[in-house]
């Protein structure tokens, strides 16, 4: 438990550092580039993203799993590393002429920024997070990216300067990842030593791999397609608006899917093992609470700070972007469940078929919800297909796992977040602040917001008879002891 409460928190961390990436780098791009270039940005990253996908064929899940489950034999990590990423160069290689050819041949409207983007598609075949996942060495990871987004920043700041620089602001963005994955690769030799493989070795593990694929490709849906929809039914700027206020969830999805981040790895080492169904079930527990407790609280507090923010963060002319953010806000708590249900329970013990019906049922509902909003509503029909798509998601997967997961002793503890949220969301609103300047009202909000919110959950920590609320404390009480 102490070492997933380090790991979770040093994932937590980076995420909250992540936070003053876009906070210095947003507002600076949003002014120079303006919304209709970084929707011209976003539209060819929504297009180039899937050839991306593509390469990785679901070995971020399948080979964190995997190197996972052979724990410290360093001859089968070895084996097991070459082979997998074998699929992913192969597949990387292939993809990237694949989008050339779209590039000279279909991409006339904007070749110059979608030819660039083809160096996302290398970071992505040189991406080996997933080994280091597997062997729970997040620092590594987390110590890289924080290294690529200060790199990135300096980048941006002193050479991009006016809107004719989006193809330097592209450039920046993907060759500084490209620049990060070769850093890890001096780093895993640490790990492994060199196996020859065969052909065959590498084959076995594509069809498993693929499976896992179909999620993954399918749940990018929710975001990159809806930018395609918007760009073509609705207005270029309009993807801009729509990528600036789901941007801002990044952060707090970045902080609960970081629950989901540590615990894989330790949950399929778990279920590796026999008589393995009460730890896991307590693990269980305890992250439903956890993802529950901050997802409520994420959601409420945008509500009640949205008109502040975007104002701040990206200027009056993103002003429509409230509605995106306050609408995609309230889809939280469905994807803090379904991350952990995914995470935790799902992909640890290969239960990839629920999985993967429940990313297609998601996906569907967007493009479906999309195709009949997206041209009479714009960003309001966007926003709700995005909302509906994970609700779906998060409710198939609760479905799935309902035999071996009792939801009932979730209700009181949802209840309390729930109600706790709706307070602070109302005192949040209510607040005027007038004589402050919009970064003071701000920073005055989300404290009063913090305070309201946790004082009202930690009174029912506190006295709640619930059985996993109390044997939470009792543990909580124990370490400070």
């Avoid at 971020?60 to 070895?78: F, L, P, Q």
Wanted: glycine fraction near 6%; proline fraction near 2%; aromatic fraction near 16%.
């Amino acid at each position: 438990m102490k070492n997933i409460a380090k790991n979770f928190f040093s994932n937590a961390f980076y995420q909250v550092f992540s936070i003053i990436f876009p906070l210095l780098t947003m507002p600076y791009i949003a002014r120079i580039l303006g919304a209709e270039k970084i929707g011209i940005y976003n539209y060819t990253y929504s297009i180039a993203i899937y050839f991306a996908l593509v390469v990785k064929l679901g070995v971020d899940h399948y080979g964190n799993r995997s190197i996972a489950k052979v724990g410290e034999d360093i001859e089968r990590r070895s084996i097991l590393f070459f082979e997998i990423f074998g699929i992913q160069l192969f597949s990387g290689i292939v993809c990237i002429l694949l989008y050339l050819v779209y590039v000279f041949n279909f991409a006339q409207q904007y070749q110059e920024i979608a030819l660039l983007q083809v160096f996302l598609i290398v970071s992505y075949m040189l991406d080996i997070n997933w080994f280091f996942y597997g062997i729970q060495q997040f620092n590594i990871v987390i110590v890289r990216n924080i290294l690529v987004k200060l790199s990135t920043l300096i980048f941006i700041f002193l050479l991009v300067k006016n809107q004719n620089d989006l193809w330097l602001y592209t450039l920046i963005m993907n060759g500084s990842a490209i620049a990060g994955f070769i850093i890890t690769w001096f780093q895993v030799k640490n790990y492994i030593f060199y196996k020859r493989i065969k052909l065959s070795e590498v084959t076995k593990h594509f069809k498993p791999s693929a499976i896992l694929f179909i999620p993954i490709v399918s749940a990018t849906i929710y975001t990159s397609f809806t930018s395609v929809f918007l760009g073509n039914l609705s207005s270029i700027k309009d993807v801009g608006f729509y990528n600036a206020g789901s941007q801002v969830l990044s952060m707090p999805k970045g902080i609960i899917a970081a629950l989901g981040t540590v615990m894989l790895p330790q949950m399929s080492a778990i279920y590796e093992r026999k008589d393995s169904k009460a730890e896991a079930t307590k693990y269980l527990n305890y992250s439903v609470i956890f993802a529950l407790f901050l997802s409520i609280a994420f959601a409420f507090g945008i509500l009640g700070v949205s008109k502040d923010f975007v104002p701040l963060f990206y200027g009056k002319d993103f002003n429509a972007s409230i509605l995106v953010l306050n609408g995609l806000a309230l889809y939280l708590p469905f994807y803090a469940l379904g991350n952990v249900i995914r995470t935790q329970y799902l992909i640890p013990q290969s239960k990839d078929r629920p999985f993967v019906v429940s990313v297609l049922l998601g996906a569907l509902t967007s493009i479906v919800v999309n195709l009949l909003l997206v041209k009479p509503l714009g960003l309001l029909g966007a926003t709700i297909a995005t909302f509906l798509s994970e609700s779906v998601l998060a409710v198939y997967q609760i479905f799935a796992a309902r035999k071996e997961i009792s939801f009932k002793i979730f209700i009181s503890p949802f209840i309390v977040f729930f109600i706790s949220g709706i307070v602070m969301m109302v005192i949040l609103n209510s607040l005027t602040l007038g004589g402050l300047s919009i970064f003071v009202r701000l920073l005055v909000k989300i404290g009063i917001g913090v305070i309201l919110y946790l004082l009202i959950t930690l009174i029912y920590f506190r006295y709640s008879k619930n059985d996993i609320i109390r044997s939470s404390r009792e543990w909580i009480m124990k370490k400070v002891r």
